[in-house]
């Protein structure tokens, strides 16, 4: 099992749609976890951090299940201003210095 | 206040040339680590520096070499650079592990 794994997509969507990414990771150790989003030919930036309770910000929800090793990002009615590679990232855990493994990305594709 | 910054923007080199790349934080943030991004592989750790002074190999050290400068610079070098180095490299920077990570906006590096 890869350590962090996600659809790739690509996801093409409407505006106003209702987008769900999901994620798996391999290493229970793992402690903390996060999406991050990446426009085209840009850096990652932290997009939110996911909590056991859940948590929302705005039009985006993150959810994280340890039993399942599973996290997932809901975005409600998407914005052409949304279309990016969201990566699914966890902490290595096990004392590694809070090392990140980044997901390899879901491209997601918001058309008018 | 500029984040994380990184020199060069863009790089080509000859097989078996080498050079340095540059990173600098204005955060004050005690962690920063080198990336780098292949289409299809998603991040990679090449070596992080937990705190001023102290380095540590990540997933794929060979070919490279750091050095934390001071607490504000970390330097990425390549002694003898291959094609396979050709790639986007990315530096990052964290106030505490296992805490967001700030990314600079990259380098573009080809090695012909």
């Known amino acids: 099992r890869k350590e962090v794994e996600q659809d790739p997509g690509p996801f093409n969507v409407p505006e106003g749609a209702t987008v769900a990414f999901n994620c798996t990771y391999s290493n229970s150790a793992s402690q903390s976890f996060f999406w991050y989003r990446q426009d085209c030919r840009k850096e990652p930036k932290l997009l939110m951090s996911?909590?056991?309770s859940g948590n929302e910000d705005g039009r985006f929800t993150a959810q994280l299940n340890r039993a399942s090793q599973y996290i997932s990002l809901l975005i409600r009615d998407s914005k052409l201003s949304d279309s990016a590679t969201y990566l699914c990232v966890v902490t290595r855990g096990g004392g590694s210095q809070g090392n990140l493994i980044f997901g390899k990305g879901t491209k997601l594709s918001v058309k008018p | 206040n500029a984040g994380v910054t990184q020199t060069p923007k863009f790089q080509v080199l000859k097989t078996g040339q080498s050079m340095t790349l540059q990173c600098a934080q204005d955060m004050n943030h005690n962690s920063m680590y080198w990336y780098r991004q292949d289409p299809g592989m998603g991040l990679r750790l090449i070596y992080y520096s937990a705190s001023e002074g102290t380095t540590d190999k990540g997933e794929v050290p060979n070919g490279y070499n750091v050095s934390r400068l001071n607490k504000r610079e970390f330097s990425l070098r390549l002694e003898s650079a291959a094609p396979s180095q050709t790639s986007v490299y990315f530096c990052?920077?964290?106030?505490?592990?296992?805490?967001?990570?700030?990314f600079g906006p990259g380098t573009r590096l080809t090695v012909l």
């Open positions: 990052a920077s964290s106030s505490l592990a296992p805490d967001t990570q700030y």
């Open positions: 996911v909590y056991s």
